[in-house]
């Protein structure tokens, strides 16, 4: 494992404790990161912080992300506790099952574009502010090849990360001369909790557009994610960072 150098920088991790989000958290802990995760699953979360207590300092926070006030007092719980935030990644997201557009219940629909746009830029409008003032900081968003290429069956869920993608993309512009760069990655899928809200069929669906035929390991999408997060990332900002495995090469 290649060392990333993130000593002394504070972390916040969304939806970390589990899948990529807590292989992210890992891999930012073992780069010498604290890390606070940000996470909805009281018990889920509490669980990952003891078995990542191994690789740094690190704790959690109940937060409903899609909700402005609670946002706001976990930033101001996080800054007073740790004196800043230095990282941003925008990891916590939901698929919403599978169906056609027209079956698609619009109260699942909503729910999927507020989770995992709305939620991305409530936590970035917060957060953002607190680096400015530092002038220094990073912000990874974790999209999808979905929101490049629109995935059948999954029309919010692909609308959700192409909206993210943008957000990126601007808020990457308005931040470029702060000393905050703001990115994102588009991961293919990989095995996590996320494969149960999923029917059989998408899920090879997927995999048989993905050239080298297997399907992404966590841990890759963490190293990106490590050195998006570090100051050797110093010339890249409102980019998209590719891992399908060659079925995006854009």
């Known amino acids: ?48 912080c003891a078995a990542l207590q191994a690789f740094g300092p690190v704790r959690g926070q109940v937060v409903e992300l899609t909700d402005d006030s609670a946002v706001a ?57 607190q680096m400015i003032k530092g002038g220094y900081g990073r912000i990874v968003n974790i999209a999808s090849v979905a929101g490049k290429e629109g995935n059948p069956n999954a029309s919010h869920y692909s609308a959700s990360k192409a909206g993210l993608i943008a957000l990126t993309k601007s808020l990457a512009k308005e931040v470029a001369t702060k000393g905050v760069l703001v990115n994102a990655i588009t991961p293919a899928v990989a095995k996590t ?9 998408h899920i090879d669906y997927m995999l048989g557009k993905i050239p080298m035929g297997r399907f992404l390991e966590v841990q890759e999408a963490a190293a990106m994610v490590a050195w998006l997060s570090s100051e050797e990332c110093s010339f890249s900002t409102g980019a998209v960072f590719d891992l399908t495995g060659g079925r995006s090469t854009y």
């Open 1 to 48: 494992m290649n060392q990333i150098d993130l000593k002394g920088r504070v972390a916040v991790v969304t939806g970390g404790a589990q899948g990529i989000g807590l292989a992210i958290s890992e891999r930012l802990l073992q780069s010498g990161a604290r890390v606070v995760i940000w996470d909805i699953d009281a018990a889920r979360m509490d669980a990952a």
């Open 193 to 201: 909790a996320m494969f149960e809200q999923m029917t059989q069929a």
């Open 73 to 129: 007092a976990a930033t101001a719980m996080t800054v007073a506790a740790d004196g800043r935030i230095d990282i941003l990644v925008n990891n916590a997201g939901i698929t919403g099952g599978n169906a056609s557009t027209w079956e698609l219940d619009p109260v699942v629909w909503r729910r999927v574009i507020e989770v995992n746009l709305v939620a991305p830029y409530i936590t970035s409008r917060h957060v953002v502010q």
